[in-house]
């Protein structure tokens, strides 16, 4: 198996299970999934978070706002591991609720990075952002605020 290969089996099982989690209110999983050590970043669809305090504080709050997750999907596009380095490019869709609303489908664009650590995967940078044509995730935590 390569390096990319082991990475994917080891990391993506862990990352959907993490955002099916959030998705239902509950930020655990995600962030068990990532480093506790900066440096770490979110560029989110609504809100930056730098270093694992904020990081934690955002995916608290997200995991407050979500509920209701009906799907939850990663879409590779490109992936790559070399070292204690790796990546996995794709588009998420989901659907579920944002502030106790109907739940809704999603589309986003993201990047992943992960860092090795202890022998295992963990996330040090997310960026999101909405495919043209969807709803926002942003625009719909936005009114959160």
Known sequence: MSEKQEFL???LPRQREAEIAILNG????????????????????????NGW???EALFDWLGSNFSKCESS?????????SGDLAYAVGFERMTAA????????????????????????KAVHRHAD?????HTVGDQ???LK
Not at 31 to 42: A, G, I, Y
Not at 73 to 81: H, I, Q, S, T
């Open 9 to 11: 089996a080891a990391a």
């Open 26 to 49: 509950d930020p655990g999983p995600r962030k068990m999934l990532w480093s506790h050590n900066d440096p770490v970043t979110v560029l989110g669809a609504d809100r930056t978070a």
């Open 53 to 55: 305090s904020e990081v």
């Open 73 to 81: 999907e990663f879409e590779v596009l490109a992936a790559g591991a």
């Open 98 to 121: 944002v502030g106790g609303q109907a739940p809704v489908p999603f589309a986003l664009r993201v990047p992943l990075i992960f860092r090795r650590e202890d022998g295992a995967w």
């Open 130 to 134: 909405p495919m043209p044509g969807s």
């Open 141 to 143: 935590l936005g009114n």
